[in-house]
């Protein structure tokens, strides 16, 4: 530990769920860690289809560094850990890809499992010869990464554009919550609003210039935050995104994933994800206050370790909140268990519980 001086106790706890969860996870090859998908989507130029394209890495910097990287993240684990070869990584690449037959104007989404701006992460041989190689397909209209902000600078923009022509580039960025401790604190994050708003004054100065976009990723309820406040906060963020000109907002629940410190509060009942009726609620909110298109991403919902809310209308809220996303429209639906989350929501202040009630010990 002593390494670990200048970190405090989260931190330093986080660091030490990571490096277990890390000892006890089985390496698997980049084949093994390649994948893709292709769906409908709403892309800047209306209702089409994206290509989501896995890329393997060894993995994000930030979870590999001293404070172990954001408390409810483990891509981690979808990482080799170990040094990847370029050719081998741009031929997975165009392998996945060339699995679909594109027939109109179509959004490529790279997935690194963290930063594809980071050259430690993805080489810059392997971004330019991915982006140079989607650059020329004439169905590829829009490509969208993820980084974290201090891997956006101007040169690496123009270096991606030098490829790109004037296809869309969006730069996704996992801002979280607009909330200062709720980013540091709870959720580990690592850097600032002042950071994230270079990166959109930035984009912003170069849409003369280039076909650039920008979108933030908000957690929806990270640890230590109840009901109320997950709303509240899930709001205020969209609000300061729209506000300082970031183009879209797209919400990611809090899931419990494997080997995170989420997933320890989570055993010890002191942590429970969303409702669904609290996504909608968000959704329904910033749709009606807020310009930009805003998106809410249903992985896990139903699930014991996702977003929950009854038997009865998982499943039916989740279809709904897909399409919803599609068509921009606002989620209309009924269902008992809504009293209960209401129930809930608006005695968050009073019992200050961060968990549901029903799991407390009464003894
Ligand atoms: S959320 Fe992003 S920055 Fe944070 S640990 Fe996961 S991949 Fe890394
Ligand atoms: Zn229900």
Not at 67 to 81: A, K, V
Not at 117 to 138: F, Q
Not at 309 to 331: A, G, T
Request: charged fraction near 25%.
């Amino acid at each position: 530990m002593e390494n670990q001086s200048n970190l405090n106790e989260l931190e330093q706890f986080n660091k030490e769920i990571r490096t277990k969860a890390l000892g006890r996870m089985k390496k698997r090859t980049p084949q093994q860690l390649s994948g893709s998908w292709f769906n409908d989507d709403l892309l800047y130029s209306g209702i089409g289809k994206t290509v989501y394209i896995i890329v393997p890495t060894p993995g994000c910097s930030w979870a590999l560094g001293d404070s172990g990287g954001c408390t409810m993240c483990s891509y981690i684990s979808d990482c080799t850990l170990e040094p990847v070869d370029d050719n081998e990584i741009f031929e997975l690449f165009k392998d996945e890809f060339e699995k679909y037959e594109l027939v109109g104007q179509t959004a490529v989404k790279i997935f690194a499992s963290g930063s594809f701006l980071n050259p430690l992460e993805v080489s810059i041989n392997v971004r330019n010869n991915i982006l140079k190689y989607l650059g020329e397909n004439e169905f590829v209209s829009e490509v969208i990464v993820e980084s974290r902000p201090e891997y956006v600078d101007e040169s690496t923009i123009d270096d991606v554009f030098s490829f790109l022509g004037n296809k869309l580039f969006e730069i996704s960025i996992g801002l979280e919550s607009s909330n200062d401790f709720t980013r540091e604190e709870k959720i580990n994050k690592g850097f600032s609003k002042k950071d994230f708003e270079r990166v959109i004054n930035l984009i912003n100065s170069l849409k003369n210039k280039y076909n650039i976009k920008s979108k933030a990723y908000s957690l929806v309820k990270p640890i230590l935050t109840n009901e109320k406040e997950a709303i509240d906060e899930a709001i205020e963020t969209a609000k300061y995104c729209g506000a300082i000109g970031v183009d879209r907002i797209s919400f990611t629940p809090t899931t419990i994933h494997r080997g995170t410190l989420v997933e320890q509060l989570w055993r010890r009942g002191a942590y429970q994800p969303p409702w669904i009726w609290t996504t909608v609620e968000i959704i329904n909110s910033v749709r009606n206050e807020i310009a930009i298109p805003s998106f809410m991403d249903t992985s896990g919902f139903g699930s014991r370790r996702g977003p929950y809310n009854c038997k009865k209308c998982n499943k039916e809220l989740k279809h709904r909140i897909i399409d919803s996303n599609l068509n921009q429209s606002l989620i209309e639906y009924e269902c008992d268990c809504k009293g209960e989350w209401k129930a809930i929501v608006s005695n968050a202040d009073l019992n200050k519980s961060k968990t549901f009630i029903r799991h407390l010990p009464l003894v």
